[in-house]
């Protein structure tokens, strides 16, 4: 019934009523925690903090409503007041002093306050060994909030440390669990540690040995890991291993993960083995799919216009134009346009397309690259080689002629 409210009739106060009387007729923790977290749903965190400091007065100890109470003064952006909930509670030394001071840390990081983040990280992970897997769980969660803050500092070794240390309590909790329900979803966050590894490896301290190394393991934890899959095929081509990329890009198509990505990367492929056909064949599939992916409508662009084949490209613009109205409103679609305009040999559309985006995060520096460019060169007349190779022959003629008429010079002499 509440749902139906707030959903189809768009009724907040409905909505939340609903949830009032059942707080009323049945008094329960649960029943205050719907009551919250509907006042949350529309965006009301002040009335939510009442209920759930409410409910912790009848209810005291419960974990989840202390957390909620922290989590809804941070939903306010009131975070001195939320620094000041956790520091009080954690004084208490309460039974959820332990979650409440993962939040607190959780805190300080969206905050950038790192140096905290690594003393609240460090000091709770000082304790003796233990087996129990919420115990570990909990470990595995400061030992990422750790390497976040790290890396952000640039302490990449430190880093390593905490990633390799929530890899290791992972497989642990993995092992321990066995083949049940939640094994899986650990085996899904081993994976995920696996690729912030990677990743730290790759991007960080450049050793792409280690980075393969973490992918496949990334992969092996969960076969379905698209940030892992699309990071290793952006490897092998990286490093010059096409069909390697290749493979990749071809058993993603196949198990249809991450196919928009994967299809690119696959284009970008052939493209690099010189099969341009093939190259163009994917950018094709991809935009009949979906006509307003404009990073894959400007990839076409540039590699039909390699191969010469620039006319093919036109007919996607008009697919992109019929598939939605606000086609003339999307920054990508000017750029390709721009682009487009410029290999034609028409710089003032060019110039009128990428004025258009210009200003956008994404599209605008290299719209401005390519207006620079224009500007400098509109007739888009051979620059470079074939200048440099004709004042190199000028000059050699210059320096025989010179060198000719020396010796006549003497000899009138």
């Not at 559309?349 to 509109?378: K, Q, S, T, Y």
Request: with cysteine; aromatic share 8%.
């Amino acid at each position: 019934m509440a749902d139906i409210y707030l959903e189809h009739k768009k009724d907040r106060r409905a909505y939340a009523r609903c949830y009032n009387e059942l707080v009323q007729r049945h008094n329960t923790v649960e029943s205050s925690l719907l009551l919250g977290d509907a006042y949350m749903n529309i965006q009301e965190p002040d009335k939510a903090i009442k209920v759930y400091e409410a409910a912790l007065e009848n209810f005291p100890g419960n974990v989840a409503l202390a957390s909620k109470i922290g989590k809804a003064l941070v939903k306010t952006h009131d975070y001195g007041r939320a620094i000041s909930y956790y520091e009080s509670a954690l004084e208490k030394d309460s039974s959820f002093a332990s979650t409440l001071r993962y939040d607190l840390a959780e805190l300080y990081n969206k905050l950038k306050n790192y140096e905290d983040v690594e003393r609240i990280a460090t000091e709770s992970l000082n304790h003796q060994r233990s087996e129990d897997p919420a115990v570990l769980a909990l470990d595995s969660k400061y030992n990422l909030l750790l390497a976040k803050a790290t890396r952000a500092t640039a302490k990449y070794d430190k880093a390593v440390v905490a990633l390799q240390r929530a890899r290791e309590i992972q497989m642990r909790i993995v092992s321990q669990l066995g083949a049940t329900a939640d094994s899986k979803e650990h085996k899904l966050i081993a994976s995920d540690i696996c690729f912030e590894l990677a990743d730290l490896y790759q991007m960080c301290l450049k050793e792409h040995g280690k980075a393969l190394s973490m992918y496949n393991e990334a992969i092996q934890a969960n076969s379905l890991n698209s940030k892992a899959l699309l990071a290793l095929c952006r490897l092998h081509l990286a490093q010059g291993d096409l069909i390697a990329a290749q493979t990749q890009c071809a058993n993603m198509l196949r198990m249809e993960v991450a196919v928009d990505e994967a299809t690119i990367i696959m284009a970008e492929v052939m493209f690099r083995r010189n099969q341009y056909d093939q190259a163009v064949f994917h950018f094709r599939q991809l935009l009949e799919r979906q006509p307003t992916h404009y990073v894959a409508l400007r990839k076409l662009v540039e590699m039909t216009r390699r191969s010469g084949t620039l006319h093919e490209a036109e007919p996607f613009f008009a697919a992109a134009e019929k598939a939605t109205q606000k086609v003339f409103l999307h920054p990508g679609y000017h750029f390709c346009k721009g682009l487009y305009c410029r290999y034609t040999n028409n710089p003032n559309e060019a110039l009128r397309e990428f004025n258009l985006c210009r200003r956008d995060p994404e599209w605008g520096e290299e719209a401005i690259g390519h207006m620079i460019e224009i500007f400098l060169n509109p007739d888009n007349d051979t620059l470079g080689g074939d200048a440099l190779e004709s004042v190199t022959d000028s000059s050699q003629d210059a320096a025989t002629a010179g060198g000719a008429t020396a010796p006549s010079e003497q000899a009138e002499s």
